[in-house]
């Protein structure tokens, strides 16, 4: 038997050897940037440049803005970090943005996340798939979303505006505040549920609870802080080798039997709807002689997990955002009241014009609403990073710099949209940023809450239309203030990916007898 003495020696001699052999890792991992002549934020061990993140001071999406707001501070074109050991690059310069969004979109095609078919199939989703998989199914959504479905789906929407609207009365009379977060949030899971799915959730009479709870899931789980962690310190193809989810095995159940159900019910009663389930089901049926996006392989089918993971990031998205940014306006709303009462003033002018009915031309008219959206998405982009990961070895333009294969890229659209160059004022709500005339004096990229290029957000002008048709039911008729149960003080949720605002947001309704 070992002296326990010598045991104890060895195990500390162990210890330090393991620590320094990850010491000399991490600061060999640390002159990534420096050996690139790349200008770079000085990192610490472990987190590189992520601290705040993990001490839960600030939001992914912060840690990576105020990477952008320090560079640019420094009158640099562009700069390195490091999330952990990760070498990040950060384009500043809007030239170098649009390139790498657009105009060389083909070496950046990918958002870099995890996924795994296999052992969780929720994960591939459009958003994490890559290469033709994601390019074949990506090339039939648009059709889901033209001006002539958005029409059909805004009459859906109005209908399902009725409770919402029995629901503000009922308060208001009752003089009692409202916790908008939450109602919001039941609001547009009952519209995308209906316009989507052709599914009543009726989320608003507190029914259906648990859809909700599992939608939540997706963004709340899917980038927690050690997923995260995990994600980017350990290969993607090793995490796959050991079985690593992303997803809970009852959220999987619940969302792929869900889904089934919907799929089986349509397909025996011979439904169709001409939505995105219809067009989701048609991918699940061998179609002969169809070649994928390549022109190379015949198309696959989706399976029927496969199929599930498309309609749960159809639904998680379309609620979550749509919700998260009728908080942040109602809430910029009340604190701004001079902006409230110009919004209702053209609510009601446009009304007039349009003999007083609330179509989907009378609400695309109102450009104040439009402008009041911009810029709610500008302060607060629900989705607050655009990750790309670098393809092929990529020049930078207007440098001697080249990045290399497979570096991961940020474009920060919340740095970018919080830039004192192109917002004079940015931490300070201002709908008439988004005039027209000062709208030119910037570059097309210095707004992008929905993302640019081949990647851009697929359901945007849903998005749009549902917080629109949110915003007006309430702002025509009622004044809304902020009442004194709202958290106090601004902070967003921590380990969180996209922007929500920590806390209750409770708003006292006044109701508008005349205009
Ligand atoms: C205010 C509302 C919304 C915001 C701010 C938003 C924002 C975004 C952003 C920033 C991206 C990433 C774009 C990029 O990488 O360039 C994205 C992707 C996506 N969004 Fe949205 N979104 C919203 C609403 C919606 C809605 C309503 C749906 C569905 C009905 C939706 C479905 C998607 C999908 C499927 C993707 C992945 C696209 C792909 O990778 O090909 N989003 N969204």
Redesign the pocket.
């Known amino acids: 038997m070992l002296d326990p003495s010598y045991t104890t020696i060895f195990l500390l001699g162990l210890s330090l050897a393991l620590c320094s052999y990850l010491i000399y890792l991490f600061q060999t991992s640390f002159q990534y940037w420096k050996k690139r002549n790349i200008p770079y934020l000085p990192p610490t061990i472990p987190f590189g440049n992520a601290l705040d993140l993990f001490l839960g001071k600030v939001t992914f999406g912060e840690v990576f803005s105020n990477a952008y707001l320090e560079f640019k501070k420094r009158g640099l074109k562009h700069g390195g970090m490091y999330y952990l050991q990760t070498p990040v690059y950060i384009p500043v310069d809007p030239e170098i943005v649009k390139k790498i969004?657009i105009t060389d979109a083909h070496n950046f095609p990918n958002?870099g996340m995890y996924v795994n078919p296999t052992d969780d199939p929720l994960s591939n989703h459009?958003?994490n798939m890559e290469g033709s998989y994601?390019r074949s199914l990506?090339s039939k959504m648009p059709a889901n979303f033209t001006s002539a479905k958005m029409r059909h789906m805004y009459q859906i929407m109005l209908k399902l505006a009725e409770p919402y609207k029995q629901l503000l009365e009922q308060q208001a009379q009752l003089g009692e505040p409202l916790e908008i977060k939450s109602l919001v949030s039941r609001f547009s899971t009952d519209i995308?549920s209906a316009c989507?799915f052709g599914m009543e959730s009726k989320t608003m009479n507190n029914e259906n609870l648990d859809l909700l709870k599992h939608g939540r899931q997706f963004f709340d789980y899917q980038w927690s802080r050690w997923k995260n962690t995990l994600v980017v310190t350990v290969r993607r193809d090793i995490l796959a080798k050991l079985g690593f989810r992303i997803f809970k095995k009852e959220t999987q159940k619940y969302v792929i039997d869900m889904y089934t159900n919907i799929m089986e019910h349509r397909k025996k009663e011979g439904v169709t709807r001409n939505d995105i389930t219809d067009s989701l089901i048609k991918l699940t049926e061998k179609r002969e002689g169809e070649l994928d996006f390549d022109g190379k392989h015949a198309m696959e089918p989706l399976d029927i997990p496969n199929f599930a993971a498309q309609m749960f990031?159809?639904f998680s998205?379309?609620f979550e955002?749509?919700s998260g940014?009728q908080t942040f306006i109602l809430y910029e709303l009340a604190k701004n009241k001079h902006c409230q009462e110009l919004l209702r003033k053209e609510i009601n002018d446009v009304l007039r014009r349009h003999g007083n009915k609330l179509t989907y031309d009378a609400i695309m008219d109102m450009k104040y609403l439009q402008n009041v959206i911009d810029e709610t998405?500008r302060l607060y982009?629900?989705?607050p990073i655009?990750?790309r990961v670098c393809k092929e070895d990529y020049p930078i333009p207007g440098t001697d710099v080249i990045l290399e294969k497979d570096t991961f890229v940020m474009v920060t659209?919340m740095g970018i949209q919080r830039d004192p160059e192109y917002y004079p004022n940015p931490e300070q709500f201002n709908p008439d940023n988004f005039d027209v005339e000062n709208k030119g004096n910037r570059p097309h990229v210095a707004n992008i809450?929905?993302?640019?290029?081949p990647?851009?957000?697929?359901?945007?002008r849903?998005?749009?239309l549902?917080?629109k048709l949110g915003i007006v039911t309430l702002i025509k008729d009622y004044e809304v203030s902020l009442n004194k149960r709202t958290t106090k003080g601004f902070q967003f949720e921590a380990d969180q990916l996209i922007l929500r605002k920590k806390g209750d947001v409770w708003l006292d309704l006044k109701k508008i007898e005349q205009y």
């Open positions: 969004l958002h459009i958003f994601w990506r995308i989507a990031v159809f998205a379309g955002t749509s940014t998405l982009p629900i989705f655009l990750p659209n809450p929905f993302g640019e290029g990647r851009i957000c697929v359901g945007k849903f998005g749009i549902q917080t």
